[in-house]
């Protein structure tokens, strides 16, 4: 059976005529009545009558014609849906996001994408650069947005946006003097991180490990997994951390933070796809919008 015979058999049974279905359906008589037949055979069963020159629908037609037509409706509200995923007028964006970029990248951008695609549904998704990927891979979210790289077979990685990270510490900490933090050098301080698996964590490691440091040399106080309870802890007066500009900007302000004299660090924000998974057109959109704000 086909959505074709069903239209054909549709168009018979509401003019219980053959040739002036073929008129509606701007087909030939001859096609109309083999396509009736054709199904009539196919599930052995009689739809029509045959009086004469004239065709009645019978009772097993009667029966069919209301299933017909619900099949039909179903396969034009399938049309539809796909004209309107390909319109994004419906349709659902599915992102994880690790912390840095979930707090303080997104969020605005977001905004953006659904004032402009009001009928988008958004699945959005939280945790370190290590469960983000795992969740790109598993298929749980389409898009990953994470602060280091990362390097598995199975997804497709590229540059996203660009991050500046930066040292601080409480104002009463010894290193809130200009100077004093350069001289002293990183094994001078008590440090508060964030937890093995963070993209913050893993630019601390590789800035440490720049200068030549083993973490293991370090004192390392506490390790927390959130940037807010890492922040707490420094306001606190517990140690340096390195995070973020953007994560430490409202504190610096404030007073309640002040940025260490120490090399910046660079880092990047990475966009994680599975290789071989459908793309839909509900993330190529939200893609072409953020590489658009930075073109």
């Not at 018979?12 to 054709?38: G, K, N, P, W, Y």
């Not at 097993?60 to 409706?73: I, M, S, Y």
């Not at 996203?160 to 290193?175: F, T």
Request: aromatic share 6%; no cysteine.
């Amino acid at each position: 059976m086909t959505l074709e015979q069903l239209r054909i058999f549709i168009a018979v049974a509401e003019r219980q005529h053959i040739t002036r279905a073929a008129q509606a359906l701007h087909m030939t008589q001859s096609a109309v009545s083999a396509a009736v037949s054709a199904l009539e055979t196919r599930h052995g069963v009689t739809l029509f009558d045959r009086v004469g020159r004239a065709i009645v629908l019978n009772e097993a037609g009667r029966t069919f014609l209301p299933e017909a037509q619900a099949v039909l409706d179903r396969a034009k509200a399938a049309e539809g849906a796909l004209d309107d995923l390909s319109r994004l007028l419906r349709g659902r964006l599915s992102i994880m996001a690790s912390q840095t970029i979930a707090d303080y990248w997104l969020p605005q951008r977001l905004v953006a994408y659904r004032q402009t695609h009001p009928h988008i549904e958004l699945d959005m998704r939280f945790a370190n650069t290590d469960h983000v990927a795992d969740g790109v891979e598993s298929g749980l979210a389409e898009l990953g947005l994470v602060e280091g790289l990362v390097e598995r077979g199975a997804l497709s990685v590229s540059l996203l946006d660009q991050d500046e990270m930066i040292v601080v510490v409480a104002p009463g900490h010894d290193w809130a003097a200009p100077g004093v933090a350069k001289a002293a050098g990183y094994g001078a301080s008590t440090w508060v991180l964030r937890e093995t698996g963070s993209g913050t964590r893993a630019a601390f490691d590789a800035m440490i490990g720049k200068a030549g440091i083993d973490a293991a040399a370090l004192d390392i106080a506490m390790v927390l997994p959130g940037n807010e309870a890492v922040l707490g802890a420094v306001e606190a007066g517990l140690g340096a951390t390195l995070v973020s500009r953007a994560v430490a900007s409202a504190r610096i302000a404030a007073g309640l933070l002040v940025m260490v004299d120490l090399p910046l660090v660079q880092r990047s924000f990475y966009l994680l796809r599975h290789k071989e998974r459908y793309r839909t057109k509900a993330a190529e959109a939200f893609l072409a919008m953020v590489r658009g704000d930075k073109a």
